[in-house]
């Protein structure tokens, strides 16, 4: 099992930043692949972002390219988000979620169907 939360979330404003951390505990963190995802009201959860088991591999939905950048820091067992150049369109529930990932396997990093844990999320509004 493995436990997940989320902080970090709040209200801004446009062109702001924003860094959303996620704490990880249960099961060893290094073992798992981890992604960033998002609800808007009325939407479908979207990918965000996720990086790989050591970090060393990182990907992004091209709406967030070059303005969020993930990281984790597995002696810390934490996730992060730092999102810059924040628009409107930006605003949702963000969650983390925890992908088991043996030694050459292959998941899905996009499909949150593949991910086994998620957090509850923490809501990110961006006015205008």
């Known amino acids: 099992q493995v436990e997940l939360v989320e902080s970090g979330g709040g209200l801004v404003q446009a062109g702001d930043s924003l860094r959303l951390s996620c704490a990880a505990s249960?099961?060893?963190?290094?073992?798992?692949?981890m992604g960033w995802f998002r609800q808007a009201p009325g939407k479908e959860r979207e990918f965000v972002a996720s990086?790989?088991?050591?970090?060393?591999?990182?990907y992004y939905a091209g709406s967030v390219k070059g303005r969020f950048t993930v990281s984790r820091d597995n002696a810390e067992n934490t996730l992060h988000l730092q999102m810059s150049s924040l628009k409107p369109e930006d605003t949702a529930v963000y969650y983390c979620?925890?992908?088991?990932?043996?030694?050459?396997?292959?998941?899905?990093?996009?499909?949150?169907?593949?991910?086994?844990?998620w957090g509850r999320g923490t809501q990110v509004t961006v006015s205008s």
């Open positions: 249960g099961r060893k963190f290094s073992d798992y692949a």
């Open positions: 979620a925890a992908q088991f990932v043996r030694l050459y396997q292959y998941r899905d990093y996009e499909d949150g169907h593949e991910y086994d844990y």
């Open positions: 990086i790989s088991r050591i970090g060393g591999t990182t």
